[in-house]
């Protein structure tokens, strides 16, 4: 994974993690209420960063064929 897609993966991940622990203790304070307001902001962020700098690595299909599970034959 390159930088400019595993840094939005690490801070949308760490803030979800932390907002559940906030949440299932019971302490659901204003930056639990925060993150919870700009988490549709963060998973479009997300989202974005993983479409426009990813790189798939499987085989491009042919001309005739469809889309299929690559791990059959």
């Known amino acids: 994974m390159k930088r400019a897609e595993s840094i939005p993966v690490l801070i949308v991940s760490g803030l979800l993690l932390v907002y559940v622990l906030l949440v299932f203790r019971g302490k659901a304070s ?26 798939y690595k499987g085989r491009e299909l042919e001309s005739d064929e469809e889309f299929g599970y690559t791990d059959k034959p």
Not at 37 to 43: G, K, N, R, W
């Open 30 to 55: 204003g930056f639990a209420a925060f993150i919870f307001t700009f988490s549709p902001f963060l998973v479009i962020w997300l989202v974005y960063s993983v479409i426009r700098h990813g790189e």
